[in-house]
């Protein structure tokens, strides 16, 4: 059973650089096949993919958020990280991170495990 789990603090100053961390367990975040995203749902709006780490390390975002945002992972703990830069009470937000694994049938990945969803705020 593959689990994943947000943390990250629950508030954050405009102009500071949120920091989230995605733990994983029952699933190796370098394997095939696999690739790790951050995505978040403002309070009363649909959600929105931020970026994705792929089995081997690169990364894509958001071309909205590209410029804030870095994913970075670190294979030891077997965890992949979302750094999202000045930001704003825009970011107020549930973050998720989601695992994404390739479906032969239909030639896409897709979205098949969640984590819980960590509240961040951002507020002064």
């Known amino acids: 059973q593959v689990q994943l789990q947000e943390s990250g603090p629950g508030l954050v100053k405009p102009s500071q650089t949120l920091v989230l961390t995605c733990t994983v367990s029952?699933?190796?975040?370098?394997?095939?096949?696999?690739?790790w995203s951050w995505i978040r749902q403002p309070p009363g709006k649909g959600l929105e993919w931020m970026g994705v780490?792929?089995?081997?390390?690169?990364?894509a975002a958001n071309p909205s958020l590209k410029s804030r945002t870095t994913i970075a992972r670190d294979t030891s703990k077997n965890e992949f990280r979302l750094h999202l830069n000045s930001v704003t009470p825009e970011d107020t937000a549930v973050y998720y991170c989601?695992?994404?694994?390739?479906?032969?049938?239909?030639?896409?990945?897709?979205?098949?495990?969640w984590g819980q969803g960590t509240q961040v705020t951002v507020s002064s």
């Open positions: 029952g699933a190796s975040i370098t394997a095939t096949y696999y690739q």
């Open positions: 989601a695992r994404e694994r390739y479906s032969s049938t239909s030639g896409n990945y897709e979205f098949v495990d």
């Open positions: 780490i792929y089995f081997d390390g690169s990364t």
